[in-house]
Every structure is written in structure tokens, then in C-alpha cells.
């Protein structure tokens, strides 16, 4: 895609370049930019920072801080030059905010398995990836759900590679707790992986589905103790397939007031159609099959330029979900090649619950070197 002009001002970055603005980030008679000529932040640039909003709970999905804005979160972060063959560069959180653009780069924080990582056997994870969110302990902040790689010597039973962030008025603070899996609701010797929140047995609470051996489920009934620590588990549930997913949309597919999970024999890459099969929620949690199901494909946008990128780039679908406040569901995307250049493009929704074709912000997590 061709631009006809390209945003250097950082007020005009902040806008998307996508819509109209003025120099203090609100709608107003600014100039109006093509889809993709927002330039990344790059090298020295940088978004200054500002500190996360003080929310008081709030029961909009992502929402770490509780103040009813849906946050964004990034695995995939830019490295500097001459650390494309450090360590994990963390996960990136971009916090909501009541602008039409959903989401406000300034408002950052990242997480790093050192600063936010818990010890296993008093090692700290190298890997630390953001698996989903939920409010595990129903206090009104979202909470996250990371996969780590502790330490294992090919002996019996791994270890939980799986950590809980626990939100709160700040946002996400504090090191993370490794989820408490007991030992009866393990089954073989596969890495528990695969995390679905949902509430399951339909009492209101959050609970978890986490993938066990031969295709068995851990399940484990919320809420969760700040230890990690689930309210109750049951021996696995059986039938549950290798792979896990929340269905996209209605969680309860059924209408009969429990949450469902879908299960798949292998991985599908977001946005695309595939099918899975249904293990319906009831009142004892997951467990009656529900037949087939299919993940719809998702239309992307037109993929924007990567300013810098030296050949193609890739765009995927990064999240879904309403960022803007219109309750209807948004799109963001991610441009990148390589380790060192990306664009991260938020896409309002637009006809027929499509995404619109121009973006209302975008930006390079770059911003999280600085």
C-alpha cells in the first residue's frame, strides 16, 4: 500500500495518522493520514511515558487496572540491534483509555521473567509469554496468564509451566505466582499447557481448563488464591483432545448458561478457519461431548507498510476484541520482519462486523526500549 504522506510529530503518531487530530491527541481538524503511513518509532524516538490510570474494578475483558478500558497485550516486542540474540525481551502491556483510538502508548508497562518471573527450584524463567486473561480471583482487574520453561530434567512429571499476573488499581504489579495445579487433577506426564478461562460449571466464578496427557483436561474451579491456588479440582476430565480454545464470540455456545470449550488435535493460527470439536460446560464443569466446531476466518485489513522493511513483511492477527468502547469488536494487527522492525495497527469495527480499512492508531513496540 502507497501513502501519500508519512507522520514524524509524535502527537501525530499517537493519533494512528489513521483519522484527524489535533496537538492534544483528540479529534479535531488535524490532516488526515492513508492506512499504514504512521512511521514506527525507531532508535532514539520514544512515546514519553505516563503512569496507568487508577481504576476501581470493572468487568470488561483484558482490563488490568479496572477502568473499564480493555488493555492490549504484546508478546512479540522489537529488540535493539544488539540484542537479536538476547534473552526474551518480555511481554508489552498497552493500556486502554477513553480515546476513540482505544488504546494510549504512553500508558505502558513491560513484564520480564526477571523482574515479574517466579523461581522454580530457584531458577527464573528465561521464556515468559502471555497465554490469556482473565480475573482468576473475581476482585474486578484482569489477571494473566503466563507460559514459562522451568526447569525439568526429563525425569516423571514436569513442573506447572504456567504463572499468574494478578492485576489490581495499578495495573499489573509484583512477580508472578505459578499456578497451582493438585495432583489429582494431573494425568501423564505431559506439560500442562494450554489454558482456556471460562466459567464452566455456570456458578459465577472463574474457572480453568489446562491440557493434560492423552487427551485428558485438568480442570480447576475458580476463583484462585493470590498463592495460585484453585478454589477445587477434580480427577481430569477425558475427551478434551490435545489442544485448547475458548470458543471466538459466546463463550456458551449452547445458551444453557455454561461456558463451553472447544478441543482440536492440533494448533490453528488465529484468523483462520479450522474445526475443533465441543466439550460442553454444565453443572460439574466440562465433560459432555458437543460435536464440531468451527473456528470462522477473519478477514484482516489490507496489510499497512512497514516503514524501514527491506523486502515483504508479515501481518497477523494479533487480538480481537472491543478496544474502542462501541461493544462491538475490534482488530489489531501485527506488521513485522525480522526482530527489529514491527507495527502494531488497531483497526475500529466497520460494516457488517468487519474491520474498517484504515487504522486508528499505530505504532512500534520499539516504545518498550525506552
Known amino acids: 500500500m502507497t501513502g501519500a504522506g508519512v507522520c514524524t510529530a509524535l502527537a501525530l503518531l499517537l493519533t494512528g495518522c489513521s483519522g484527524s487530530g489535533d ?66 525481551a518480555g511481554i508489552g502491556i498497552v493500556y ?43 476482585d474486578g482487574y484482569a489477571d494473566l496468564i503466563v507460559s514459562t520453561d522451568p526447569p525439568y530434567d526429563g525425569l516423571g512429571r514436569p ?17 508472578a505466582v505459578v499456578l497451582k495445579i493438585p495432583a489429582k487433577a494431573r494425568y501423564g506426564d505431559d506439560w500442562p499447557d494450554h489454558p482456556v478461562c471460562g466459567d464452566f460449571d455456570g456458578d459465577g466464578e472463574p474457572d480453568l481448563a489446562v491440557s493434560a496427557s492423552a487427551g485428558q483436561v485438568s480442570y480447576l474451579r475458580g476463583p484462585f488464591s493470590r498463592a495460585g491456588a484453585p478454589k477445587s479440582a477434580t480427577a481430569p476430565v477425558p475427551g478434551g483432545g ?18 463451553d470449550l472447544v478441543h482440536a488435535t492440533r494448533t490453528h493460527e488465529p484468523g483462520k478457519a479450522a ?6 460446560g454444565g453443572p460439574q464443569g466440562p ?31 494479533l487480538d480481537s476484541g472491543d478496544f474502542t468502547g462501541d461493544k462491538r469488536a475490534d482488530v489489531v494487527t501485527r506488521t513485522h520482519q525480522g526482530e527489529e522492525k514491527d507495527l502494531i495497527a488497531l483497526y475500529p469495527s466497520g460494516k ?4 474498517a480499512q484504515h487504522s486508528v492508531i499505530s505504532f512500534s513496540t520499539s516504545i518498550f526500549l525506552k
Open 242 to 259: 490435545p489442544v485448547l480454545y475458548a470458543p471466538t464470540g459466546k463463550a456458551d455456545t449452547d445458551g444453557d448458561g455454561y461456558d
Open 275 to 280: 474445526k475443533g470439536k465441543l466439550l460442553l
Open 96 to 138: 486502554g483509555s477513553d480515546s476513540p483510538r482505544g488504546v494510549d502508548p504512553a500508558v505502558r508497562q513491560t513484564l520480564s521473567p526477571t523482574a515479574n518471573g517466579a523461581a522454580t527450584d530457584g531458577v527464573l524463567p528465561a521464556a515468559f509469554d502471555a497465554v490469556v486473561t482473565c480475573d482468576l480471583d473475581g
Open 352 to 355: 457488517g462486523g468487519k474491520a
Open 159 to 175: 513442573p506447572v509451566p504456567l504463572q499468574l499476573l494478578f492485576g489490581g488499581p495499578e495495573g499489573i504489579t509484583g512477580k
Open 287 to 317: 465433560g459432555e461431548a458437543g460435536g464440531t466446531y468451527t473456528f470462522k476466518a477473519l478477514a484482516l485489513p489490507p496489510a499497512p507498510t512497514l516503514p524501514g522493511a527491506d523486502g515483504e513483511a508479515t501481518t497477523d492477527l
Open 23 to 88: 496537538g492534544d491527541g483528540e479529534p479535531g481538524s488535524g490532516a488526515k493520514a492513508k492506512n499504514g503511513d504512521t512511521t514506527p518509532l525507531a532508535g532514539g524516538a520514544s512515546v514519553p511515558k505516563r503512569p496507568v490510570p487508577r481504576g476501581e474494578g470493572s468487568e470488561v475483558p483484558a482490563d488490568f487496572n479496572g477502568d473499564g478500558h480493555r488493555d492490549l497485550v504484546l508478546n512479540d516486542l522489537v529488540k535493539a540491534p544488539d540484542a537479536i540474540q538476547g534473552d526474551d
